[in-house]
């Protein structure tokens, strides 16, 4: 837990469980069976009191939010309350939104202010159960998605891009379009190499290079049919210049750096960097 809010912060976030009900095989914090939900809540409470007032959004994050049930519909009220200029952003993986008068409710204390961060891992139900490390998960995301729209929530789909899904990204994206156009933007997202995709980095790690035409075709296509899409945690010298456009500076202030290397890049200060908390950072880096 990061502790109080910073005006110069690029990520004011609230850590609310390291709960899940998913166990991703590339998770970046691998869920514990702990019970730290009512401490971390008075906690976060009283960041939220403290906080500065004009901060532009604040995150909610865990492990899985949701399972926080009616305290995090307590503690959404409590930012809208001091914090009534701010937009919030939770990351979920979505699956507690199924419950239909749940996502209403969550919806309702946000008083239409809150982007869901939700991971799609991918369309076919299986590969996206399997990545997820849970049955159902696919069922129940896409039905959480679903309510999320009905009553009015802005969605930030994210792509975590791995050995498992990378070759069905075109495919993704297709589904994408055809199938949740209520989508507000897709995140196409280089993993973290800490946590499980560590101790999973035979089945899961893969280099930006041997990715980096599907990633073209996934993008290119949602572009083309004017669908906002963005590139996450991948440095420019790694991608093609036709994905320069929507490559964002992603990585939270706290733990962003910057190779030996990346000195005398002209395009340094347009990079998202690298993660400072990865065992290893990717291959072929280079300056521009």
Known sequence: MRGDFRLDSNDNTLFTT????????????????????????????????????????VGISGGEPTLLGE??????????????????????????FSDSGYAKEIME??????????????????????????????????AGL??????????????????LNY????????????????????????????G???SNERNVWIETVDYKIELEEAVIYLDQWRKDVAIYNIPLCLLPDSLHPFAKQSISDWKN??????????????????FSTSKKTFKGVKPL
């Open 18 to 57: 390291a709960r899940c009900n998913n166990n991703c095989i590339m998770c970046c914090q691998p869920p514990l069976k702990v019970n730290d939900i009512d401490e971390l809540f008075i906690k976060n409470i009283e960041i939220i009191e403290r906080s500065p007032k004009n901060i532009p959004f």
């Open 196 to 198: 499980h995709a560590v």
């Open 146 to 163: 679903y309510n999320i729209a009905a009553y009015g929530g802005e969605i930030e789909l994210r792509i975590v891009i791995n050995k």
């Open 167 to 194: 070759m069905r990204l075109p495919q993704m994206a297709e589904f994408i379009f055809k199938n949740l156009p209520f989508v507000s933007w897709t995140a196409f997202m280089a993993m973290e190499h800490i």
């Open 257 to 274: 750096k910057y190779l030996s290397v990346c000195e005398n890049c002209k395009k340094k200060s347009e990079c998202c960097g690298f």
């Open 109 to 142: 204390a946000g008083e239409g202010r809150i982007i869901f961060g939700i991971p799609f891992h991918s369309d076919y139900y299986k590969d996206h159960d399997m990545i997820a490390g849970s049955k159902e998960a696919y069922n129940e995301t896409l």
């Open 71 to 96: 305290k995090l519909i307590q503690l959404i009220r409590q930012i809208r309350k001091e914090l009534p200029n701010s937009d919030i952003h939770i990351l979920s993986n979505g699956r507690n």
